[in-house]
């Protein structure tokens, strides 16, 4: 196997669906083999090709204040790696950005998610992270995340943070009142147990 070094200079050399994305290859990941957290969202938005910087936007803002994490400690790859079903912005359709491209998860997902021995919880957000880190959490959205303990505490499913599921969060106060709570406390003690 190779090493994660060796790995991760492969992704971000990655050209596999050039052909597919309108702005062209930016594969964006932040790994360390020592990360306890890992954040599994559907794709780079086009600020994120922009800059970079993964979840560069106002989708991040808020996914750190669920998690209640600092930018330093949520950029801190030692403890945190984000690694999206697709690694490249995959464009914008008639409802918000694509899917992340198809080619992406059987070329690198499995030896990446091998190097992560210390994980320690697994935060998944969308349909596409979903369908495969939890194929079992349901169809609906809503019943998947309601059902949070079924994989707690290993693992949770999270709506997205986009501000486009603001009516979503109104329509479910549950979210913020029973959820956040307790996920804040989670990560919290997962990054204290890594010292």
């Known amino acids: 196997m190779p090493s994660l070094a060796t790995l991760l ?4 050399a990655c050209t596999l669906c050039a052909a597919h994305l309108p702005l062209g290859p930016r594969p964006i990941v932040q790994m360390h083999a020592s990360a306890r957290i890992l954040i599994v969202g559907q794709a780079p938005s086009r600020k994120v090709h922009e800059t970079g910087v993964p979840w560069n936007d106002a989708s991040g803002e808020r996914l750190r204040a669920w998690l209640g994490l600092s ?21 914008t359709g008639k409802s918000g950005d694509l899917p992340p491209r198809p080619e992406c998860a059987p070329a690198w997902r499995a030896a990446l998610l091998a190097q992560l021995k210390k994980l320690r919880l697994t935060v998944v957000i969308g349909q596409y992270a979903q369908a495969y880190h939890l194929p079992d959490a349901g169809a609906s959205l809503t019943d998947a995340v309601q059902d949070w303990r079924k994989h707690w505490p290993r693992s949770v499913l999270l709506p ?13 106060p549950w979210f ?3 959820l956040v709570p307790v996920l804040q406390k989670r990560v919290s003690e997962v990054l204290m147990e890594a010292g």
């Open 9 to 12: 200079t492969e992704v971000r």
């Open 160 to 172: 997205h943070p986009s501000p486009r599921n603001n009516p979503w969060l109104k329509r479910n």
């Open 71 to 91: 930018s330093q400690k949520f950029y801190d790859a030692k403890q945190v790696a984000l690694l999206p079903m697709g690694f490249c912005f995959p464009g």
């Open 176 to 178: 913020d009142q029973e």
